[in-house]
């Protein structure tokens, strides 16, 4: 998967312009076919766009084939591709396949990350795969930065980390935020000091690497206002268990061998790489006993006894807090 700066950068290298992205984050989404508008159209050359859960596929598709008399190009955008009709995807898999075109740019947004079939993986895989996923916090930093720069004003760095800590769940939400602290503010400089009311997002999601991150960094407050808002979002104890006896049985291997043995191993590369870091942070002792807890815990989970949320909430106390 290319980020959007390798498209950019290397847009006139490529032949066709066929995009599929991946991710969920508007912002980035907008961002990207405003870029490749700039890039591939000039003013008087047609973008279009289709919903195709609602606009007509067959007028969609001959969109596609017609070619112009002038030469124009034009830039097809797509949302909702699995609505397709089978007859329909199997066209336009053709039409990518047998007929591709320099004057045609088409950007398919990714539907729902949950929607995969046959179809989707076929289309996906014939596409230059673009992600658009939502940027760890410190990439979004850089592009809370580059926004602003782009619109005319500055930001704080004190202001900027509160408003990804409270509203990062994408890029949209931060930038939003941003627009509407500006409305309330006539400085170029927007400061935490500003008279505009900063209030926290208690509805804000969280990936769930960022819990077992800040446990294993001991952040007692972050953890409990991940940790709540976890629960709020309906993610289940029996997730939140297993992924704590994957974090520290991992911590454990890696602290007592010098390696993560792999039946312990974490997906996520941002906890691999601070593994060391939560070694440093318990004793061998205390992630005995962490992980004794973790087991009597899952067993009240797969029981379906009472109590478990408290019994989480008291381990991330003993975890948090105390000697290593």
């Known amino acids: 998967m290319k980020s959007i700066a390798d498209i950019i950068k290397n847009f006139n290298k490529q032949k066709f312009h066929y995009y599929y992205l991946n991710g969920d984050d508007i912002f980035l989404e907008k961002f990207f076919i405003n870029q490749i508008q700039k890039k591939f159209l000039n003013q008087s050359e047609l973008k279009l766009m289709y919903h195709l859960s609602v606009d007509d596929e067959d007028l969609f598709l001959r969109e596609l084939q017609t070619n112009s008399l002038f030469d124009d190009k034009k830039l097809i955008v797509c949302w909702e591709i699995n609505k397709l009709s089978k ?3 199997n066209e336009l898999l053709s039409f990518i396949e047998m007929n591709p075109s320099r004057d045609i740019c088409l950007v398919f947004v990714a539907p ?13 895989s014939k596409l230059t795969n673009v992600d658009i996923r939502t940027p760890f916090p410190n990439k979004m930093k850089n592009w ?7 619109n005319g004003f500055k930001i704080s760095n004190e202001l900027l980390n509160f408003y990804i800590d409270s509203y990062g769940d994408s890029l949209s939400s931060v930038i939003n935020e941003i627009d509407k602290h500006r409305t309330y503010s006539s400085s170029k400089i927007l400061d935490i000091d500003d008279k505009y009311s900063l209030t926290l997002n208690v509805d804000r999601k969280y990936n769930y690497w960022q819990f077992l991150d800040n446990i294993g960094s001991k952040n007692t407050y972050k953890c409990f206002q991940i940790y709540r808002s976890l629960i709020n979002n ?5 997730y939140i268990v297993s992924g704590l006896s994957s974090l520290f049985l991992s911590i454990y291997s890696k602290k007592t061998s010098g390696v993560a043995k792999k039946n312990f191993y974490l ?8 593994l060391d870091r939560y070694c440093s942070n318990f004793s061998e002792q205390k992630l005995k006993n962490i992980i004794q807890e973790l ?3 899952d067993k009240m989970v797969k029981t379906f006894q009472f109590g478990v949320e408290q019994k989480i909430e008291l381990l991330i106390l003993k975890a948090c807090y105390g000697r290593r």
């Open 87 to 89: 007859k329909a995807q």
């Open 112 to 124: 729902d990350f949950r929607i995969k079939n046959k179809f989707i993986t076929s289309l996906s």
């Open 144 to 150: 809370i930065i580059f926004y602003a720069n782009s």
């Open 234 to 238: 309906n993610i289940s104890q029996n």
């Open 267 to 274: 997906s996520n590369k941002i906890l691999n790489r601070n």
């Open 295 to 297: 087991y009597k815990i």
